[in-house]
Structure formats: C-alpha cells, structure tokens
C-alpha cells in the first residue's frame, strides 16, 4: 500500500501538487481539506457559530458528507448536495480553520481518511497527515512558502474564477489561518520529524511534484 502525505500550511500548492502526483503515479488523490470545508459550509448554513463546540459537535455527529470520485475528480457532497465550488469561497476557508481546530470534528473526518487510505493507494494532503492522520505513510513532505506569495497564488486562483477579492484582506487571513492552524491543542500544523521540507516560493507545482516524484522513485 502507497500513502503519500503532504503537510503545509493554505496557499503552499499541496493540493496542485499532489493531484499532479496522483495522476503520474495512477492513485487516488484524497483533498482531506475539502471535508473540513464542508464542515464549515454545514456551520454556516444551520446558522451554528463554529466556535460553538456543543452545537458543532451535535451537527457534525449528523453530518451527510460523501466523498466520491467522478471522472478522475473528487466530488464532496453534503446533505446529498454537489458542494465542491461552493466550499472554495474565502469565507468557508476561515470557517474551516476554526471548526478543523474542534477535536470531535477532526476525529469524525480522520476515520474516514484513514479507512480510505487503508485500502487504496492514495496521495493524502492537509496540516496533520504525515503527523497525525497517517503517522506511518511510506513517504512525507512538508510544503510550505513565503505568506505573500502564498497570498498572491489564491488571489489570482479567485479572480480567475470571476471573484472580486481583497488582497490586503486576504494576505492577512492566510496570516490569521498559519496561526489557527498551527497554534491549535488539537493536531496542530506542524512538519513530522521524518517529512522531507520543500519551499515552494519560487518554483512551480510541476517542479515540486517533479522533485517529489524523484524522491519517491528513489526509495
């Protein structure tokens, strides 16, 4: 069995990066950070304050959340609902953050990241994978890069997408989100002592999977 986890903080290119990697090496790319959002997105829209924990843990208990796989995509439902853009949106990423910090919410969506990753072949990204979620995957890394560029490469991903978009604002939520996350009690945000770094600021998401890949291949 193959588990690749990739570890590093919103804006690194986990996500670019690791389904270049799923489709080179013909595994499945499990987006961890999706599940969460959809936590989030459930939050927000059954009028729950996600610093709620009674209420949040009541809802989340519930949740109908599916992660399933469509022409080579992950599709995340919720509530039977197609929700994969609508869990894009700035506003969902910070919900997400706040509510991914909850312990009972991290446990509910990790035994389904680990009962995938038990019995295929898949390529995993978050903040706590190769620390937490898959402790003993065969191969770890941690992304990560400078908190502007990081900032620059969401701002272009939602302008891209018709969005309009703050970059002041959104440079100081990936701040404000680097510190949630890596600040959290609960399975926080931080490199595995045995995770390969990469410092992703001034080369491409081909490049990274590229140098990845090479690790990968060499082992």
Do not use: W
């Not at 843990?57 to 399933?68: F, Q, R, S, V, Y």
Request: hydrophobic share 35%.
């Amino acid at each position: 069995m193959i588990n690749v986890a990739l570890d590093g903080p919103a804006g690194s290119g986990k996500s670019t990066v690791a389904k270049i990697i799923a489709k080179k090496l013909d595994i499945l790319y499990l987006d961890t950070g999706a599940m969460y959002r959809a936590c989030g997105l459930k939050c927000l829209s059954s009028g729950v304050d996600v610093t709620d924990e009674k209420r949040v843990n009541e809802l989340i208990g519930k949740i109908d959340l599916e992660i399933k796989y469509v022409n080579g995509a992950q599709v995340t439902l919720l509530d039977k609902k197609d929700v994969s853009t609508d869990i894009r949106r700035p506003e969902i990423s910070m919900l997400a953050s706040t509510v991914s910090a909850n312990p009972f919410v991290r446990i509910k969506m990790v035994e389904k990241q680990r009962e995938i990753a038990s019995s295929t072949d898949c390529v995993l990204d978050g903040r706590d994978i190769g620390t937490y979620v898959l402790p003993n995957a065969n191969f770890k890394f941690f992304m990560t890069a400078d908190s502007k560029i990081r900032a620059q490469r969401r701002y272009n991903e939602l302008t891209e997408r018709g969005e309009k978009v703050d970059f002041d604002k959104l440079h100081e939520e990936i701040k404000q989100r680097d510190y949630n996350d890596s600040h959290r009690e609960f399975a926080p945000l931080r490199q595995a002592e045995d995770a390969v770094l990469i410092d992703t600021s001034f080369i491409s998401a081909e490049q990274v999977a590229d140098k990845i890949l090479s690790y990968i291949k060499g082992k």
